[in-house]
Structures are given as C-alpha cells and as structure tokens.
C-alpha cells in the first residue's frame, strides 16, 4: 500500500512491501512556469505572453539561446502540494477577453494538474495590452517611413 508523505519536498511517496520504492519528488517552479506558459500559448486568442520589456529581453536571450522560452511572461508559486500562477497576456484585438480568460484558466490548470500532480489554486491574469491586426513589435510602423518627414 503506498502512502504520500508531504512534509519534505513536493511530495514524497513511500511504498510498503509490494509498492516499489519509496522516495521524493521535487518539481522547480521553472517546470510548472513552462508548463504553464505552453498552455497559455495554445489558447486563443492570445498574441503574446510578457510585457514589453520582458519581450524584448526575451527576445534577446531566445536569439542567442536559439530558442524561444516558454515561461517568459508566467509567474508561479509552487508549495508541498498547490501552485498559483500569473500570466501577463497580450491578446488579439477583437478577442472576447473573458473567453480568453476562461480558456486559459482551463488548458493551465489541466496541464499543470495533469503533469506535475498538483492542485493549482490559483491563476491571475494580467491583459497588459491588446494586438491590432497590421501592427508589429519592431519600430511600431512595419519599417515604413512617415509621411512627415523625409
């Protein structure tokens, strides 16, 4: 018969005689963030995760890592048993942001929960801005030059 143990780690399982062995398992708060932030990428709706600046030092590092991170953008607690999150979210103009919202709160907690085993209490959401279809993230303009000067 095996039993969970909570008091050192993220849990700990012990197994009786026919159980297997016993031991304990530790999850980072960066698995759960990644976790998170993958999840909240696959929801509709959404243009991008992190606010300006985090986006621009993101883009930065995922250059010269030669790949994006997942967790930019995703805060998260992690407990012995529970886990909150916050996400700052950018989202595509027209979007019902409460939909999104819902959306969000769904695929996180079935990926985290599913996972890693534990209860996710908690998940806030930070709309931070709204993407307008035509525009980019570098110069704002698409590289165009103004009309007013030359």
């Not at 399982?13 to 530790?26: L, Q, Y």
């Not at 989202?91 to 996180?108: M, N, S």
């Amino acid at each position: 018969m095996a039993s969970t143990d909570t008091s050192s780690g993220i849990s700990t399982h012990t197994s009786g005689k026919n159980g297997g062995p016993g031991g304990t398992t530790t999850i980072a708060d960066n698995v759960v963030a990644t976790i998170a932030g993958i999840a909240v990428r696959e929801s509709d709706g959404i243009y991008a995760l992190g606010g300006s600046a985090s986006r621009a030092l993101g883009s930065v590092r995922d250059r010269m890592a030669k790949a994006p991170d997942p967790s930019r953008g995703v805060k998260v607690e992690v407990g012995e048993t529970q886990t909150a999150v916050d996400v700052d979210v950018i989202v595509e103009y027209g979007e019902p942001i409460a939909e999104d919202a819902k959306d969000i709160r769904t695929r996180v907690t079935d990926a985290v929960e599913t996972m890693t085993g534990l209860e996710v209490v908690e998940i806030n959401i930070n709309v931070l801005d709204v993407h307008l279809p035509g525009s980019d993230d570098e110069g704002g303009d698409g590289g165009r030059r103004s009309d007013r000067v030359q």
